[in-house]
């Protein structure tokens, strides 16, 4: 994997964050990416990789050196800023590394935004907006959202009292 690859543009496709995370540590060898499940029974894994239960760093077989994905992209700092050495049997975790590379070359953030609703650092230009503001095409991945124009009525309900006796 070829580090320069992802270095930010103004497209804000790569994140800045996980670019100065790889950099940093590169001299560790070869970057791997590893999913933690979402349940107790460590055997279901959510169809999102939501950043929170990714994990980028080194690591063998049996052990996975990194931090979430959550606190590379947050800049978290102290103790959530440190990498922590994770037993894979224990954690369940699963090995994404080409896939989360490959997918993440192609299509950048939306990697773990699938969904498109994160805000994130530098997604300005994330969007663009066409048909008066209702087609919304995603500059990163080519996803296309059609709108629907709601009208949020209020209604009130009240007495009008009218003197009869
Ligand atoms: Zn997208």
Known sequence: MNIDQ????????????????????????????????????????????????????????????????????RGERGVNGQSFAYAIGMFGLRNITKEFWEKYASIGRCAWDAQHRMGMVGDGERFTFTDNGLTMTCNWCGKIYCGTKRVRVERHRFIEWKEVA
């Open 6 to 73: 992802f270095k930010p543009d103004d497209t804000g496709k790569f994140s800045p964050l996980l670019y100065r995370y790889l950099k940093r540590n590169e001299k560790f060898g070869q970057f791997q990416v590893w999913q933690r499940p979402i349940n107790e029974a460590k055997d279901e894994f959510s169809e999102y990789w939501a950043p929170n239960h990714l994990i980028v760093g080194h690591g063998s077989d049996s052990c996975a050196i990194g931090r979430s994905l959550g606190s590379i992209i």
